[in-house]
């Protein structure tokens, strides 16, 4: 646990990235606060670093991604088929299996030391969903989880109809998170065709714009977001 446990988490909105661009941010950000972690056990307590927390918020061009555990085969596209859905692909350092990123998504990459919170990856993901069940409660919308499946789901009592509307895969090293969760806002549903979503090929994909049968206020959406996440993990959140 830190000497100083520090709440003050920098909120950053990248807007629509290209995913590498993304990985890439992210990534340094994440690596800075490991190295920080390593130089502060060398040290007095008193001579430790406060380490820093990020929540970043953005959305990619269409993009599949397929985690350390994943299955390739679960992608149901060859490069052709990836030029002509203007989509690219790549193999990531997450848990998880395949998913999607696109525009219309909330993509979020908490990059926090849990040391600042709690040090409990279960605890952890859970928040994330619950954060998301919450987001999806103002809206009237019913969700939940499933049992052995990582993410945010509707109808999680009727398997026929149950469905994923957001997909969630991390990353951590010393306490240090990194990648995150895609909350589908007003994705098109299609490019979820092109895969076996998280290697689960009997439950369907939706949004919330499916399930409200109308556009949401995507800046609403994000900030009702932000504000539960803030909540559940007390972050004191400052805008970059």
């Not at 000497?3 to 340094?28: C, H, M, P, R, S």
């Not at 002509?84 to 998913?99: L, S």
Request: hydrophobic residues 40%; negative net charge.
């Amino acid at each position: 646990m830190n000497v100083v446990q520090n709440k003050e988490t920098k909120f950053i909105d990248l807007g629509l990235i290209d995913y590498q661009e993304a990985w890439d941010y992210q990534t340094e950000l994440f690596d800075q606060t490991v190295a920080l972690k390593i130089e502060n056990r060398k040290k007095e307590e008193p001579d430790q670093s406060i380490t820093p927390n990020y929540l970043i918020f953005c959305s990619h061009p269409h993009v599949y991604t397929l985690g350390k555990s994943g299955d390739q085969a679960n992608l149901l596209l060859d490069e052709k088929g990836l030029e002509e859905k203007h989509a690219t692909f790549y193999k990531i350092n997450r848990g998880g299996d395949i998913t999607y990123h696109g525009p219309g998504q909330i993509v979020g990459y908490p990059i926090l030391d849990l040391d600042n919170f709690f040090t409990d990856i279960h605890k952890y993901l859970r928040l994330l969903e619950e954060a998301i069940i919450l987001t999806l409660a103002d809206y009237g919308i019913a969700a939940g989880r499933i049992d052995g499946l990582t993410g945010v789901w509707i109808d999680i009592d009727n398997p026929a109809k149950a469905r994923k509307i957001c997909a969630m895969g991390v990353k951590s090293s010393r306490w240090v998170t990194m990648h995150g969760f895609a909350f589908n806002v007003m994705t098109d549903l299609n490019y979820f065709q092109n895969i076996i979503p998280c290697g689960i090929d009997d439950k369907a994909v939706t949004s919330l714009e499916f399930e409200l049968g109308k556009k949401p206020d995507m800046n609403e959406v994000q900030e009702r977001l932000k504000g539960h996440l803030a909540d559940l993990f007390e972050l004191d959140l400052v805008d970059s």
